[in-house]
């Protein structure tokens, strides 16, 4: 995605440190990766993959937090009120506005900043959670505000197929971005 | 043109100068053997000549009355395609950086293919398998909505490639009339 769009749905991204992380690839969005998955698309929906045994929202209406609080619950998430970094933990914020969820980052795992995979396109780097935050009007078509914060302790992330998954995926990125150098765009 | 002698004899233009050419006493008016056979061989020349481009005629009517010629496309489909392009285009500008399938449903673009699909189903069905396929726009909704049908199995879900696959061939099983 250009930057100059990147910057009209994300204007704060204009003043603040970030960095594209990975290639274009529509094969999976934020919840996904959020979850450490690059193979598939998530969300609580028929069309789309989602944890098994959890109840699905129904097609024409928005999505409320309570189904991926549930969702990220079964790979060991538990809600939590401080977005900053806590040692020994890994964060995910999940992102609302008046309409419902619009969105996923996922903390890196020592804490220096946040991974948001912007849709189809590419995922970012960005220093703080306000980078991406926008408009709470569903009409404007932003990401709204964070409305929870989860987190999980590294030993649930080790026990898991989740930490292969995440170190799978960070490998095939860090050899996609020694290939296609320089990677930082704005 | 080359005409065998043996066809030019027993041709009704070529016998009726045959009496001529058995006379040796030269009458008044006398033409010539080599005169009358020539003129016998150019009447018979001139029947080959128009039987031959009957025959002709009437292959090359054969050959085109049994050949499958395209129908030339409507503009009407024409403008229906270049709107949905359009369209399409300026939804994927707008909700490309979304995840949530029911914000980027709710868009006036997408609404607007809707209202196209409901009007004109069959051309804009085809249309979207189409476009999913060319450009992987992700079209799952739409197409559920107006085909009343979903062709992706549960275990598929989520994966765009089989996804896109699935409603591919659907589309091909479609009966097309």
């Not at chain 2, 009437?58 to 392009?85: G, I, Y």
Request: glycine residues 6%; hydrophobic residues 40%; positive net charge.
């Amino acid at each position: 995605m250009a930057a100059p769009l990147l910057l009209r749905d994300f204007p704060h991204l204009a003043n603040a440190r970030w960095r594209i992380r990975s290639p274009w690839d529509d094969s999976y969005r934020c919840v996904a990766w959020a979850a450490c998955y690059t193979d598939r698309e998530m969300w609580p929906h028929q069309d789309y993959w989602w944890f098994p045994g959890l109840p699905l929202a129904p097609v024409d209406t928005e999505t409320p937090v309570e189904y991926f609080v549930m969702g990220f619950s079964t790979i060991g998430y538990r809600p939590c009120t401080s977005r900053k970094f806590e040692f020994g933990y890994q964060k995910v914020a999940i992102f609302a506005n008046d309409a419902g969820v619009t969105h996923m980052a996922r903390q890196r795992l020592f804490g220096s900043g946040w991974l948001s995979k912007l849709g189809v396109n590419e995922d970012i780097y960005h220093r703080e959670l306000d980078d991406v935050e926008g408009d709470m009007s569903p009409l404007k078509w932003q990401y709204g505000r964070v409305a929870q914060v989860m987190k999980r302790s590294w030993w649930t992330l080790i026990v898991t197929p989740c930490g292969f998954r995440c170190v799978q995926a960070a490998l095939k990125m860090w050899v996609y971005r020694l290939q296609h150098d320089p990677w930082d765009t704005p | 043109m080359a005409i065998s002698e043996t066809i030019c004899e027993n041709h009704p233009s070529f016998k009726k100068w045959l009496p001529e050419l058995a006379n040796t006493s030269r009458p008044a008016g006398y033409v010539g053997q080599k005169e009358l056979r020539r003129r016998a061989q150019r009447g018979y020349a001139r029947y080959v000549f128009r039987r031959r481009q009957q025959v002709l005629r009437w292959s090359l009517a054969q050959q085109l009355a049994s050949q499958q010629v395209p129908a030339p496309v409507p503009a009407a489909t024409l403008q229906l395609k270049q709107r949905f392009l359009d369209l399409a285009q300026q939804w994927e500008d707008e909700t490309s950086h979304l995840s949530s399938p029911s914000q980027r449903m709710t868009h006036p673009s997408y609404q607007a293919v809707l209202g196209m699909g409901r009007e004109y189903p069959k051309e804009i069905i085809g249309l979207l398998v189409q476009d999913m396929k060319e450009n992987r726009r992700q079209w799952f909704g739409a197409l559920s909505y107006l085909a009343q049908a979903n062709p992706i199995k549960p275990e598929d879900a989520g994966r765009i490639d089989r996804m896109i696959d699935a409603w591919v061939r659907w589309e091909r099983a479609r009966p097309q009339s």
